[in-house]
Structure formats: C-alpha cells, structure tokens
C-alpha cells in the first residue's frame, strides 16, 4: 500500500475529501471523480475497481464479480452515491461518443483513446499520478494514493459503527490487527494517547 513515493498511503479526511471533489468538478475530470466517488463506497481493491464493467451491473442495484487476488465471488450493494456517479458517468460517455452500457465503467479517456474510441481501463501507473498531482495541487500533508479509496471506506464505517469484524469480513482480511493496522485507527489512537497523557 506504497505510493510512488515509497510511503504508506492514508485514508481520506473528509475536509480534504469535499476539498478533492470540488477540485475534480472543477477541472471536468469526470472519470476521476467517478472513480473517487464510486471506489470509497464499494471498498474494492484498486484492481477490481479499475476492471468493472457496465456489464457487472445486476439492475443498476449492485454488482457480481469475481475478487482477483482471492478468486472469491463477491457481492456489492450500489449505494445512492454510487448510482448518482454511474448516471453522470453515463450522461457524459454519451457526450463522448462511448456506449453508455457497456465495456470498462472507468475509461482511461487519452487522446488517442478517445479519438478511435479505444474501451480500455485506467491504468494503475494513471490513478498514481492523478492522486500526486491532487495532493501536490491542494497541498495534502499525507501520502494518498489508489488504497485510500479503499482505506476511507474502512476508516469511515468503523468510525460509524465501531464493528471492526464486519469491516474485517468486507475487506477480506484474516486478523482484526491487519484491519485496524490497515484502516489507520491503531495508528491514530497511539496518536491520541500521546495528546492525552500528559505527565
């Protein structure tokens, strides 16, 4: 979970988070902010993510694939935000000439891609360096990357509900340690205690 940098990638906040969004809607990068809003709710790790497809799709309510790293079946409820982001994603492939119900939900859109209307994914190489040219254009002090998607949705559930045994479960880990560890909030109690234990 290294950027290019060599760093351990945090979770979102969430002022950095509304901060990003403007930033993408600003700049019309569509794709990106689709990819941003859809990834923190479906906690998908950063390959299947960029692998789905419209086709992937069961009445627009969620989702059937088949997790890459663990060969595991895995279903994945579509959330309000996320059918919101699919349908501005849908509107604006139309704009582009893309089909609108089939190939990749996140097109890598460069300018040769775009003129043949080549359907192919994001690249890894591509969601690293958009995440670093984000964090360098707002000036966000932690390292970010494609696992915060990920480490965002982990972070904000147990926050929510403090069940850190269905975020394990969701996030396919063997250990409650590897969880908290991954999510950042074993991190960020030391952290705490640090503030608060003044002798």
Known sequence: MLNKRGQEVKHIKE?????????????????????LNIGINVALRISDLRS?????????????????????????????????????????????????TEGYIFKSLSRYNRKYLIDSPLTNNGVSKEFNKIKDML????????HSLRK???????????????????LNHSCIEQTLKYIGIEEEEINNLYDEIII
Do not use: H
Not at 139 to 146: D, F, H, Q, V
Not at 159 to 168: E, F, L, Q, R, V
């Open 152 to 170: 965002t949705w982990g972070y904000t559930a147990y926050k929510k509900t403090k069940d850190i045994a269905i975020i394990m479960k969701v």
């Open 15 to 35: 002022d950095d988070l509304k901060r990003i969004r403007e930033f993408l809607k600003l700049k019309n990068k569509v794709v990106f902010l689709s990819f």
């Open 139 to 146: 000036n966000i002090s932690y390292p970010i990357g494609s």
């Open 52 to 100: 789905l497809c419209f086709e992937d799709i069961i009445d627009n309510r969620y989702i059937e694939i088949k997790e890459t790293k663990t060969r595991k079946k895995r279903v994945v409820i579509l959330n309000s935000n996320v059918q919101k982001s699919l349908k501005e994603l849908k509107m604006y492939y139309k704009s582009t000439g893309y089909s609108s």
